[in-house]
């Protein structure tokens, strides 16, 4: 009898611990995803950039100011390494003018297959028409078109100075003319023509090079602002939805979950929606419009200027766009 219960036991142990082995591979915890390093994104320096945009003053089409922009956002993506091809064309506004316009376009590694396309506009609007005094003086536009560019060119710095390998090709489009749509107070309803995105709607119809495609693109405009947040943009999720996931999830793993909302929000025109439907490239837009109170308070007044931009803000963005940059 003893014999026959020290074989039992046996047989019970030996049982017991495949049991325990079988168990502990079952409730094993997944791997923790594995994420590719990323160089560092100065907020600091994306502000320089916004406020060197600031003092050439409002960056209206046909004025001086503008072309000497225009002149320092090609020097600055130059000085970077990048190619840069200028894209000159001509488009009438909502009001009859002819506007000499011009697109930047500047590339990083030119010559890789994959490519992901970063934007932003760099035009300023001619009037504030949301405000309340000087509403036919143009505006600063340091969020409005010039924090999207702080952060793009402050990208383009870190990519073509860091050591760290990126397995893509990048192109950075500044779009002009994006911010001259009709006056709130006359414009018009179901019209055909969109005088907004000018720019845009000339590139995503005649881009810089022939055939020219890029994986996903993301368009950043007023991302500089304190306090801002940015929820799930509906073209951006009619047309990119996975790419809108994976970005937002980027921010979060990057502990931004206060900035980069879960919840989706109405349809924007904004540049990203002709870059879809005429380039046929899924671009998403990260931009400061909230389903509750629209755009914010500065929008299209004399508010939009230094006094607004937060580096933090900033800092949030250009990290986040940063980051997936470098996970393809």
């Not at 947040?229 to 790419?243: D, I, L």
């Amino acid at each position: 009898m003893k014999s026959k219960y020290w074989i039992l036991g046996l047989l019970l142990l030996f049982f017991g611990a495949a049991c325990e082995r079988t168990g502990s591979q079952e409730t094993v915890p997944p791997a923790e995803i594995s994420y590719n390093a990323v160089p560092s994104f100065s907020g600091d320096s994306a502000y320089s950039y916004i406020q060197r945009q600031v003092d050439f003053g409002p960056r209206v089409p046909n004025t001086p100011e503008h072309q000497e922009a225009a002149a320092w956002f090609i020097e600055k993506f130059s000085s970077f390494g990048l190619e840069v091809q200028p894209q000159k064309f001509t488009a009438k506004t909502h009001d009859g003018l002819t506007w000499n316009l011009t697109n930047i376009i500047a590339s990083h590694n030119p010559s890789a297959k994959k490519r992901i396309l970063l934007a932003a506009h760099w035009d300023t609007r001619r009037i504030a028409d949301k405000d309340t005094e000087r509403i036919s003086e143009p505006i600063d536009g340091a969020n409005d078109g010039g924090s999207g560019v702080g952060v793009l060119l402050e990208i383009a710095r870190v990519i073509s100075s860091s050591e760290l390998p990126l397995n893509v090709g990048v192109d950075f489009i500044l779009f002009d003319g994006e911010d001259d749509g009709e006056p709130e107070h006359t414009r018009r309803q179901n019209s055909s023509q969109i005088w907004w995105c000018l720019g845009s709607q000339h590139w995503s119809k005649n881009p810089h090079q022939a055939g020219y495609g890029a994986y996903f693109g993301i368009l950043v405009d007023m991302v500089g602002g304190k306090g801002a947040r940015f929820y799930k943009e509906g073209y951006s999720m009619q047309y990119a939805k996975n790419v809108v996931d994976k970005v937002w999830r980027y921010g979060h793993h990057l502990g931004h979950s206060d900035f980069f909302i879960m919840r989706q929000t109405e349809a924007i025109t904004d540049d990203h929606l002709f870059v879809n439907q005429d380039a046929n490239i899924p671009m998403i837009n990260i931009i400061e419009y909230s389903p509750d109170y629209g755009f914010g308070h500065y929008h299209h007044t004399h508010a939009d200027n230094m006094d607004l931009i937060d580096r933090k803000t900033l800092q949030v963005v250009g990290e986040t766009v940063l980051f997936a940059l470098y996970q393809e």
